[in-house]
């Protein structure tokens, strides 16, 4: 038997790491790095990795750098 759905308000911000997006668009490998209470719902946004086709970028350009966080 199928509970019905039960929609909900987004009241909290909070930070996740993940080891990649799954083509239907859940995570993988999911784990939850703590609130963020200076975020508000409607400022959060899902951050999109940047797609670098090997051979294309020389080694210390911007492109080739990590991501750096500020949580």
């Known amino acids: 038997m199928t509970k019905p759905v ?3 308000r987004p009241e909290l911000v909070v930070s996740v790491r993940y080891s990649e997006w799954s083509p239907d668009g859940t995570l ?5 790095n703590g ?3 200076e975020v508000h719902p ?5 951050h999109r990795p940047r797609v670098v ?3 294309h970028v020389k080694p210390g350009s911007p ?3 990590l991501t750096r966080f500020p949580f």
């Open 63 to 65: 492109a080739h750098s």
């Open 35 to 37: 609130l963020r209470p």
């Open 53 to 55: 086709i090997e051979g």
């Open 42 to 46: 409607a400022e959060a946004v899902r």
């Open 6 to 8: 039960r929609w909900v």
């Open 28 to 32: 993988r490998f999911p784990i939850f």
